[in-house]
């Protein structure tokens, strides 16, 4: 059974960071592609960033390029979301899931983490 456990959201303010985790089983993630997507209160599930499975190639959304970089620790099947200059936009319910790009909205997702960016 695929699992995915992400962790690191909170509270902060805007132009503060945060690194997100994600720790994943049940499938074999040093193969896949990884992407996270977020939601935030009232809106639809956007992308935010793909890396392929040997983190030779990453993607971002317009909205976050130069602020966020994704990682991933393949030994440790661990993907990361680190967020730089948080902006009051970037707030809502972030998710990992095992999809590229194409597949990532409608890719299955766990809980999420819950990002708040408030002054």
């Known amino acids: 059974e695929e699992k995915l456990l992400e962790s690191g959201g909170g509270l902060v303010q805007p132009g503060e960071s945060l690194r997100l985790s994600c720790l994943t089983s049940?499938?074999?993630?040093?193969?896949?592609?990884m992407s996270w997507v977020r939601q935030a209160p009232g809106k639809e599930l956007e992308w935010v960033s793909t890396i392929s499975s040997s983190a030779s190639t990453t993607h971002y959304a317009d909205s976050v390029k130069g602020r966020f970089s994704i990682s991933r620790d393949n030994p440790n099947k661990t993907l990361y979301l680190q967020l730089n200059s948080l902006k009051t936009e970037d707030t809502g319910t972030y998710y990992c899931?095992?999809?590229?790009?194409?597949?990532?909205?409608?890719?299955?997702r766990g809980q999420g983490t819950l990002v708040t960016v408030s002054s």
């Open positions: 899931v095992n999809a590229p790009r194409s597949r990532a909205l409608t890719a299955p």
């Open positions: 049940g499938f074999e993630f040093n193969w896949a592609w």
